[in-house]
C-alpha cells in the first residue's frame, strides 16, 4: 500500500465518451503527477502540480484536462480519446525535495 | 529524455545478489541517482537513492562510482519476488523543474 489510491481501475470507454480518472492521497504531499505507460514503452510524464498549480503540460493533446481543486486530489478528465491513448495511467506523488515518489497502482484505460 | 542509460534485460539465479547497472555520464552536481522497479501491473516501487555516497537499505545497496557517471543497484540475495522492471533515473533537486523522466528500465528475470 504506497498511499496513493486511483479509481477506477480498469476503464473502457468509446471515442465520444467523457470520463475521469481520480487520484488521491492523504500523505500530506506537495506534488503530484500524471504519468501515461503505453505497452512496451516507458512512462510518459503528462503533468505536473505544485501546491495545487500546474507547473508542467509535457505537450498532453488537449483531449486530456487535468483538475488539482485540492493538495490531495488529482483528477485527469477524459473526452473524445482516441484508441491509441488506451494505456495505463499512474498518478504519483512527492512531498518535495529529494523525497522519492509514491505511485498508485494506475487505472487500465482502453479506448474503443 | 531520459538522462540514463540500462541493459535491455538481465538473468539472475534465485538466491544470488543481481548486479544491475546504468550509466549516467552526463550527471549534473546537483542530481540525484533513484532506483525505482515497476511489477507486472502495478506502479512503480522505490527503492533506494544517493547522491555520491554508496547506500543501503532493507531492500537494496547502491553503489555510486566516484566521478558519478555510473551506478549499480545491488539485489543481494534475488527472489522469484524481485522480478520485474527496473528503472536508474536521475533528478534534480526538487523544485519547478522536478520532471522525473523515465527510461525503458533493465527487465530482471530471477531464475529458479
Known amino acids: 500500500e504506497t498511499g496513493v489510491t486511483q479509481t477506477p481501475r480498469h476503464l473502457v470507454m468509446g471515442m465520444t465518451n467523457k470520463k475521469s480518472l481520480k487520484c488521491e492521497q492523504h500523505?500530506?504531499?506537495?506534488?503530484m503527477y500524471w504519468y501515461k505507460q503505453s505497452a512496451k514503452k516507458p512512462l510518459e510524464l503528462m503533468f505536473v502540480?505544485?501546491?495545487?498549480?500546474?507547473?508542467e503540460n509535457n505537450s498532453v493533446p488537449s483531449r486530456f484536462s487535468p483538475e488539482c481543486p485540492n493538495s490531495s486530489h488529482l483528477f485527469l478528465h477524459l473526452h473524445t480519446l482516441q484508441p491509441e491513448d488506451s494505456a495505463l495511467y499512474l498518478c504519483a506523488s512527492t512531498p518535495g525535495d529529494n523525497s522519492p515518489l509514491h505511485f498508485g497502482n494506475g487505472t487500465r484505460l482502453t479506448v474503443t | 529524455d531520459a538522462k540514463t542509460t540500462q541493459p535491455t534485460s538481465m538473468d539472475c539465479a534465485e538466491g544470488r545478489a543481481a548486479n544491475l547497472p546504468c550509466n549516467h555520464s552526463t550527471i549534473s552536481g546537483n542530481e540525484y541517482v533513484y532506483w525505482y522497479r515497476q511489477i507486472h501491473s502495478q506502479g512503480p516501487q522505490y527503492i533506494i537513492h544517493?547522491?555520491?555516497n554508496n547506500e543501503t537499505n532493507e531492500m537494496a545497496s547502491l553503489i555510486i562510482t566516484e566521478d558519478r557517471k555510473s551506478s549499480t543497484l545491488i539485489l543481494p540475495h534475488a527472489t522469484l519476488r524481485d522480478t520485474a522492471v527496473y528503472y536508474c533515473i536521475v533528478r534534480v533537486f526538487w523544485g519547478r523543474d522536478d520532471k522525473i523522466i523515465f527510461g525503458k528500465g533493465t527487465r530482471l528475470h530471477i531464475l529458479p
Open positions: 502540480y505544485n501546491f495545487k498549480e500546474q507547473t
Open positions: 500523505l500530506g504531499h506537495n506534488a
Open positions: 544517493g547522491l555520491k
